[in-house]
T-cell receptor, first 114, second 114 residues
Framework: EAGVTQFPSHSVIEKGQTVTLRCDPI?????LYWYRRVMGKEIKFLLH????????ESGMPNNRFLAERTGGTYSTLKVQPAELEDSGVYFC????????????FGPGTRLTVT | GDSVTQMEGPVTLSEEAFLTINCTYT??????LFWYVQYPGEGLQLLLK?????DKGSNKGFEATYRKETTSFHLEKGSVQVSDSAVYFC?????????????FGAGTTVTVRA
C-alpha cells in the first residue's frame, strides 16, 4: 500500500511568487490534514478535510493560503503571494474515519522563500 | 488551548546509553498521546501511542506511560543504537474534538554516537 506522498519535496521561490504544494493521501483515507513546521519550532496544524469538505481551517495563518481537495482525493495548498515567514516544512497526513486518531504523514515539502 | 512541551535538544548519547525525553501536556479534554519520530530524510512516523491514563505505549524498545496525574508522557529507551538518531515529537489529540488534529511539541533532536 502506498503511503502519503507530497510534491515537490523542496521548493525555493522568491517573495511575492506563488507556490502550490500537493498531497496524495493513502487511498481510502477520508481525513486529510495539513501541518507546518517553521524554523525548527513545533509542528502546527493548518487545516483538516473530511473528503472534499473543510472540517477545520482554524490554523490557516491568513488569506494568502488556500487549500483545496477537489473530489476528495488529493489536496493542494497554494501560497499566494509568498512571504519570507512562510518558509518551513509543510506536512500532509491522512487517516481513516474509524481510526481518526492515527495519522499517517508524508515526507513533507520544504519551502524556502527568499 | 491544547499544548505540548517537550525537552529541548539537541541530545547526544553514546550507543547503549539510556534515553529519556520529557514531555508534558495541557489539554482541555481527555487527550490521546503520541510520540512521532522523523528519521533523516524521511517523513514523520508514529512511534507509539496511549489513549487513556496509565496506558503504556511501546515500540522498537521505546516506552512511554500516560500519566494523567502529572500530565506527562515521557519517552524512554534503555539502550539506544546509532539507528535511533532522529527527531522525536511528542503530540496529543483531543478526542473531545471532532477532527482529531494533533498538537505537537517542538521536537527533540537525538544523535547517537557509535
Amino acid at each position: 500500500e502506498a503511503g502519503v506522498t507530497q510534491f515537490p519535496s523542496h521548493s525555493v521561490i522568491e517573495k511575492g511568487q506563488t507556490v502550490t504544494l500537493r498531497c496524495d493521501p493513502i487511498s481510502g483515507h477520508d481525513n486529510l490534514y495539513w501541518y507546518r513546521r517553521v524554523m525548527g519550532k513545533e509542528i502546527k496544524f493548518l487545516l483538516h478535510f473530511v473528503k472534499e469538505s473543510k472540517q477545520d481551517e482554524s490554523g490557516m495563518p491568513n488569506n494568502r493560503f488556500l487549500a483545496e481537495r477537489t473530489g476528495g482525493t488529493y489536496s493542494t495548498l497554494k501560497v499566494q503571494p509568498a512571504e519570507l515567514e512562510d518558509s518551513g516544512v509543510y506536512f500532509c497526513a491522512s487517516s481513516q474515519i474509524l481510526s481518526s486518531y492515527e495519522q499517517y504523514f508524508g515526507p513533507g515539502t520544504r519551502l524556502t522563500v527568499t | 488551548g491544547d499544548s505540548v512541551t517537550q525537552m529541548e535538544g539537541p541530545v547526544t548519547l553514546s550507543e547503549e546509553a539510556f534515553l529519556t525525553i520529557n514531555c508534558t501536556y495541557t489539554a482541555t479534554g481527555y487527550p490521546s498521546l503520541f510520540w512521532y519520530v522523523q528519521y533523516p530524510g524521511e517523513g514523520l512516523q508514529l512511534l507509539l501511542k496511549a489513549t487513556k491514563a496509565d496506558d503504556k505505549g511501546s515500540n522498537k524498545g521505546f516506552e512511554a506511560t500516560y500519566r494523567k496525574e502529572t500530565t506527562s508522557f515521557h519517552l524512554e529507551k534503555g539502550s539506544v543504537q546509532v539507528s535511533d538518531s532522529a527527531v522525536y515529537f511528542c503530540a496529543l489529540s483531543d478526542r473531545g474534538s471532532n477532527d482529531y488534529k494533533l498538537s505537537f511539541g517542538a521536537g527533540t533532536t537525538v544523535t547517537v554516537r557509535a
